[in-house]
């Protein structure tokens, strides 16, 4: 923590009014509170690229690793343009970062981004509590526990808000120049999955509302549907403008791109209890018998069985849920999972190839 910073004494309270004692980081709070649907991320490393990832838009970011700061934050490292999510909460805040790519102390990264943390929290205790009663709203800071818990209470969570249009990109952009062409929908994209994309193909990123024919007007090899924050059925037109490129145009979704993808295709959503946020979580490719560790970062999660003519092909070892889907007639394909990483295991890279070779073998269909 950097040495000019003053001790704020701050609590966090849940909804269900579980209250545990820290002291602020970060930026200050103007009106002493914070809050946000209160989740956990069980990554060793990455918490900068966790910070950016605008799926955590309308969160509170737990991370379970208590030694969190140590190496600094970079440039190079941020998967947007800024931090989405509500807050952080970590158990230990490194007092001293070390590492040839650092530039910059955590502490000082959230404050330039107006971002504010509760440290000293007992984060084991609070992640049992959120796997025991699930995800819910929580707030920190300042104010007494009632004013906090208040603030928990009123807090909209992620279930029914349209969050994808708070991170989207508001005008198109190119990355890359590869022979192929894709069209990137911007869900909440991260940059590591356009450093991917780019070595396949000249990728347009364009705004999640953009119509299916502005998309279909500039004649892609393939469209790309990119992660994102909150409930796949409030992610506005994405949802009901995909019919329109359903066997026109290869497809490939991850994240939440699966889930609205499955929306399109006819399947059905919904809420897990505390969602999957790690870089070490299990998948069966149920085809090969193979296991991946991947990464994850979600809280909602398509139903088995509810989306029709398609092969289920990956499923979570640790509950069963569903990860990876093909359609038998459609050139679609998508995971529930993150083959970029950023931060994780690089397992599923090859993916990324699996979309290369269905834009090469199918591409636009007139």
């Known amino acids: 923590m950097s040495a000019s910073r003053q001790v704020r004494a701050y609590r966090l309270v849940l909804a269900d009014g579980e209250v545990f004692e820290g002291e602020g980081i970060g930026a200050d709070l103007v009106d002493g509170v914070a809050s946000g649907e209160v989740v956990f991320n069980t990554v060793l490393s990455g918490y900068q690229e966790v910070i950016t990832d605008p799926s955590y838009a309308g969160q509170i970011i737990t991370f379970t690793y208590p030694h969190i700061g140590n190496y600094g934050v970079n440039p190079t490292d941020d998967e947007a343009r800024r931090p989405f999510c509500r807050g952080v909460i970590i158990r230990d805040l490194a007092r001293r970062h070390s590492n040839w790519r650092s530039e910059e102390d955590l502490d000082s990264f959230l404050r330039s981004h107006g971002l504010a943390g509760i440290a000293g929290v007992d984060t084991r205790r609070l992640t049992r509590h959120i796997r025991d009663f699930g995800a819910m709203p929580g707030a920190f800071g300042s104010a007494d526990v009632d004013e906090l818990q208040a603030a928990a209470i009123a807090d909209p969570t992620t279930s029914g808000v349209d969050l994808v249009r708070v991170v989207s990109t508001k005008e198109p952009y190119t990355v890359g120049s590869g022979r192929r062409r894709v069209i990137a929908y911007d869900l909440g994209i991260k940059s590591t999955m356009l450093r991917h994309l780019s070595e396949l193909a000249t990728v347009t990123v364009v705004p999640a509302d953009t119509p299916a024919s502005d998309v279909l007007a500039s004649s892609p090899d393939g469209v790309f549907l990119s992660n994102g924050p909150g409930d796949p059925q409030m992610a506005g037109s994405i949802v009901t403008e995909l019919p329109k490129l359903l066997g026109r145009v ?14 399109a295709l006819g399947g059905t959503t919904f809420k897990m209890k505390f969602g999957h946020h790690g870089g070490n979580v299990p998948v069966k490719d149920v085809r090969s018998g193979k296991v991946e560790i991947t990464s994850q970062n979600h809280n909602f999660a398509v ?33 529930q999972y993150h083959p970029e990483a950023g931060p994780g295991p690089h397992d599923s890279r090859y993916l990324f190839e699996d979309f290369s070779q269905l834009m090469d073998t199918t591409g636009l269909v007139a």
Not at 304 to 325: K, Q, R, Y
């Open 303 to 335: 139903e088995i069985g509810s989306v029709p003519d398609v092969v289920e092909t990956h499923l979570c070892l640790n509950d069963g849920s569903l990860e990876g889907m093909f359609h038998t007639d459609l050139p679609v394909f998508s995971v």
């Open 250 to 263: 290869p497809i490939f979704g991850i994240c939440l791109g699966h889930q609205v993808l499955s929306l």
